[in-house]
């Protein structure tokens, strides 16, 4: 008899706590959106992108990068980054390049590339035996000023050879 009561008070327990989860959970802002590629007429910022990565003629690849940026950090980026149909068991950078602040015309022209990782450490994007892969990858752009727009673009480079495997077309996002 003891046992059963202490099942059920550990089940009301339980139970109160997963009701009470979701009211604390933050609700994402009204206005919050995220911006894809046909993004031209945005009714605010991009502060969030989904970026598509292609491969070129030879590659078969692909790739996708949820981009994010939190409204409640230091200006913190998310790079939840992933590839398929690469060279198996292989390593992989993500590289982007942004053309010059608030200059936000669809055009992306920059060649300055700069490898992306976890902060300032570059970080490979490691495939699996079906050349698939992801990684987790954040930038702190805190020393960029809120209300800054950029055009910015994407590539994944094979890290041996250098050699760019996919590729993004060109996005426009804002500093939160």
């Known amino acids: 008899m003891f046992m059963k009561k202490k099942i059920v008070d550990v089940t009301l327990l339980v139970a109160s706590v997963l009701f009470l989860i979701p009211g604390c959970l933050k609700s994402p802002p009204e206005d919050e959106h995220v911006c894809t590629l046909s993004h031209t007429d945005p009714s605010g910022p991009?502060?969030?992108l989904d970026v598509v990565l292609k491969g070129n003629d030879k590659e078969k690849g692909m790739g996708f990068i949820?981009?994010?940026q939190d409204p409640d950090t230091a200006r913190l980026i998310s790079l939840e980054t992933f590839v398929q149909n690469l060279v198996p068991n292989?390593?992989?950078l993500l590289q982007r390049a942004v053309d010059p602040a608030n200059v936000v015309d669809g055009d992306c022209t920059s060649t300055t590339w700069l490898t992306l990782g976890?902060?300032?450490t570059p970080q490979s994007i490691l495939t699996d035996d079906r050349g698939n892969g992801s990684?987790?990858?954040w930038r702190d752009i805190t020393a960029i000023?809120?209300?800054t727009s950029?055009?910015?673009h994407f590539q994944i480079i094979d890290a041996t050879?250098?050699?760019v495997v996919l590729t993004s077309d060109c996005y426009q996002y804002t500093v939160r």
């Open 66 to 68: 949820k981009f994010r």
């Open 135 to 137: 990684e987790a990858l």
């Open 118 to 120: 976890k902060g300032l």
């Open 46 to 48: 991009c502060y969030n």
């Open 145 to 147: 000023a809120r209300g």
């Open 90 to 92: 292989h390593e992989y």
């Open 161 to 163: 050879s250098l050699e």
């Open 150 to 152: 950029f055009d910015i």
